[in-house]
């Protein structure tokens, strides 16, 4: 029996795309051209393909237009994210197409990443690493580069999710004071944690800010200007969710004044759009949208992704990790 077609939209770790070859009849993007970025040439081509599955990606233009011109054959689009902002999920629901996520297996990378973050943050890390290879540094001095300690500070997590709370597991190791905001309290979850049932009380308790909450309308600039004034001053804010959930020109109007002491930013509105903005200034770190980049990680990002095309495609089965 011919194997099920599969449109795969960005290049993939090897061993990832090997599978897929010998499970699927895969159509693979090795050179990882940016035709991903344009709705419609993904459905020209899993049309010209008659491609019945998509292995897409985050940030890949799935939206309303892109998925009601994809043809008939398409039954699945398994994305090799946790995120799914980028795919318009009423759209797949109307056409009757499967959407299938990777979660779990990104939980810990991503919140070392957040934790990174918040150490360079509050260590000014990036200024020293600019300042070393920039050939300017004249040697140790008593009042160089001081950042802030983390030890026993209050660490506020906003999203306390699988990522937040292996956050909160790491930052335990510093002694930090576990706070968190969600739509419910956790009561099972916490360890410990502190929950807030109000934005203000949350935010005026907090040193440090770790944004875990997915993109999309409901979260679109939640952190504006008059949650930012909420917060302590000298206070960090980090963002390893999605760039949308800040409002960016609120945010480096606060970084300026010094209202927000520093922020590190893995994801941005618009990326890879950065606001210029944070371009020329020393106390935001930018990282590249590295949160789940672990050799370990993605290898799993991608088992999952074939274990849920997989179930759909070849066994005519429920996936397993479907988004509803
Ligand atoms: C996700 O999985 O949603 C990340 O943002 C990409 O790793």
Not at 234 to 259: F, K, M, P, Y
Not at 274 to 296: K, Q, R
Request: charged share 25%; glycine share 10%; with cysteine.
């Amino acid at each position: 029996m011919a194997k099920p077609v599969l449109l795969v939209t960005r290049k993939l770790p090897d061993a990832i795309e090997a599978r897929a070859a010998e499970e699927f009849d895969a159509r693979l993007n090795p050179g990882d051209e940016p035709w991903h970025l344009d709705g419609a040439e993904i459905a020209r081509r899993a049309a010209e393909a008659r491609a019945e599955g998509i292995l897409a990606a985050a940030g890949d233009a799935l939206g309303a237009a892109c998925i009601r011109a994809l043809p008939d054959s398409v039954r699945i689009i398994a994305t090799f994210s946790v995120g799914y902002d980028h795919i318009d999920l009423a759209a797949a629901r109307e056409r009757g197409i499967v959407v299938t996520n990777t979660p779990e297996v990104l939980s810990f990378a991503t919140a070392e990443c957040a934790f990174t973050l918040m150490l360079m943050a509050a260590r000014r890390a990036g200024e020293g690493e600019r300042l070393v290879r920039s050939g300017q540094w004249k040697g140790w001095a008593p009042t160089q580069l001081l950042g802030v300690t983390l030890e026993r500070k209050r660490l506020g997590i906003l999203g306390f999710g699988r990522i937040g709370r292996e956050l909160a597991g790491m930052a335990r190791a510093l002694s930090m004071e576990i706070h968190y905001r969600d739509v419910r309290r956790l009561p099972d979850l916490e360890d410990g944690a502190i929950w807030h049932d109000s934005d203000a009380g949350f935010l005026g308790a907090i040193d440090v800010l770790s944004m875990h909450v997915p993109g999309g309308e409901g979260t679109r600039k939640w952190l504006n200007a008059e949650r930012l004034r909420m917060m302590r001053k000298g206070a960090i804010v980090v963002n390893t969710g999605r760039g949308s959930s800040v409002d960016d020109e609120a945010l480096i109007a606060a970084l300026r004044s010094g209202h927000i002491r520093a922020a590190g930013l893995d994801v941005y509105d618009g990326e890879p759009r950065v606001n210029p903005g944070y371009l020329g200034l020393e106390n935001v770190v930018l990282l590249p949208h590295l949160g789940s980049a672990t050799e370990e990680t993605r290898q799993a990002m991608g088992e999952r992704c074939l274990e849920n095309l997989g179930a759909v495609l070849l066994r005519g089965e429920a996936p397993p990790r479907a988004v509803r």
